[in-house]
């Protein structure tokens, strides 16, 4: 009798044991899963608030695609990101909006690439006030006390260096960029938004390289192209029209308007390479292509691959709780035949 007994409260402790481990492991709605099965591992996910300031750019284009892949890498089974990119379509105002929207959502961080650098702070007060971290990227944050926010940092690179690169492209030519060889080397420079210091310094510092170098210039020709291919095109026809032969070299702050200036060189009957120089900056795969060609002089490696996996880093970095170098810098390269 006795161990009867003590069988059935034995049973009872079983059963009620059982009955214990299989709420204790189960998932809501769903059947419990037989007793050993482990518990599905819990994922977290990041809300990744992106803006661009233009999707209509070359490479601007290829960075943000970038963004999106090198996340996809770093994906785990408990770890997946969410990446929301916007089209700041050139308009300050549409991208702070997307910043608003961004913050309202409850982003985890940001990585922007701002419509005119001049807005920093008031995009950083808005990150700042929301604790949300924020990766500038590309356009550089140039006023003083820029990213007042210690979860506040910038990747690009030096553009000195590429508009150094390209001015030592020319003068590294065996003409030293005095095409007709009359002593002078005349240029055109087509130019980048100027609001953007990319296309400041690549502008002053392509024509430093040949004057320091001893290098007699005259400019023949200035004038800002926006970044854009059309309108790369339709300058340099204009200057192959306004100035003709005595045009040495077309300098243009990125290998979109270089591309435009390419087309109007050929249709102005010019040849690189034999009567006129042409150097862009980004080393896009078509330029590339043209400087193995000899229909371009050469471009600067404007390495969007280097720079998107460091921004998603530094990204990355905030989320775990880390910090960042307030600026971070990724080398450009010089790209000659
Ligand atoms: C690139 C340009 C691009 C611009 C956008 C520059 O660094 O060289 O091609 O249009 O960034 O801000």
Known sequence: MKSRKLLSMLLCC?????????????????????????????????????????????????????????????????VKYNVNIQDGKGDMAEQTNQVDTFLAQGVDVLIIN????????????????????VVYINREPMEENAMDYDKACYVGADARQSGTYQGEIIANLPTKG????????????????????DAQYRTEYSIKALTDSGIAVEELFKQRGDWDQAKGQELAAS??????????????NNDGMALGAAQAISSAGRTVGKDIYL??????????????????????????????????DAAVKYLNGGTNDKRIMVDYQKVTA
Do not use: W
């Open 14 to 78: 079983l059963l009620l044991l059982a009955s214990i481990t299989g709420c204790a492991g189960g998932t809501s709605g769903a059947a419990a899963p037989s007793a050993g099965a482990a518990a599905a591992p819990e994922v977290k996910t990041y809300n990744v608030g992106v803006s661009i300031y233009k999707y209509d750019d070359n490479f601007m284009t290829l960075y943000r695609n970038e963004i999106a892949a090198y996340f996809k890498t770093l994906e785990t089974d408990t």
């Open 114 to 133: 701002l419509v005119q650098s001049s807005s920093e702070a008031t995009i950083t007060e808005k990150a700042k006030a929301a604790n949300v971290p």
């Open 178 to 197: 005095d095409v007709d060889g009359d002593g002078t080397v005349r240029y055109v420079m087509i130019m980048g938004d100027p609001e953007n210091v």
């Open 239 to 252: 200057a192959l029209s306004q100035f003709g032969n005595s045009i040495d070299v077309i300098f243009c």
């Open 279 to 312: 150097v862009g900056v980004d080393a896009l795969d078509e330029c590339v292509e043209m400087v193995k060609a000899g229909t371009m002089t050469g471009t600067v490696l404007n390495d969007h691959i280097g720079q998107s996996h460091t921004a998603v």
